[in-house]
Nanobody, 125 residues
Framework: QVQLVESGGGSVQSGGTLRLSCAAS????????MAWFRQAPGEEREGVAA???????TYADSVKGRFTISQDNAKNTLYLEMNRLKPEDTAMYYC???????????????????WGQGTQVTVSS
């Protein structure tokens, strides 16, 4: 079992910056696959960014160049640095993890086993 707890959400104006954190605990391996997803009201949950322990990353087109995913293995923590935020980035953001995810499924929610409770991000225009 892996437990995930997100933090760092909040309300910002368009163009602002937020940094989300996801603390992992439990039966963690150094090869844990981790990702960030988001879900806006009335919308399906979508993959935002994913990473594996060797540093390889995958991003949704909508956030490329603005968001950066990273992880601190020593602290068992996943981060999402979000720059130049837009109102359309408003959503509940979730951290997800799995012990293995195929390359072509890194941003698919059904590829992940463990989920956090989410942290709200609101961007005003």
């Amino acid at each position: 079992q892996v437990q995930l707890v997100e933090s760092g959400g909040g309300s910002v104006q368009s163009g602002g910056t937020l940094r989300l954190s996801c603390a992992a605990s439990g039966h963690i391996s150094s090869n844990l696959y981790m990702a960030w997803f988001r879900q806006a009201p009335g919308e399906e949950r979508e993959g935002v960014a994913a990473t594996v322990s060797d540093g390889r990353t995958t991003y949704a087109d909508s956030v490329k160049g603005r968001f950066t995913i990273s992880q601190d293995n020593a602290k068992n923590t996943l981060y999402l640095e979000m720059n130049r935020l837009k109102p359309e980035d408003t959503a509940m953001y979730y951290c997800a993890a799995a012990f293995w995810v195929p390359f072509n499924a890194r941003l698919r929610q059904n590829a992940y086993t463990y989920w956090g409770q989410g942290t709200q991000v609101t961007v005003s225009s």
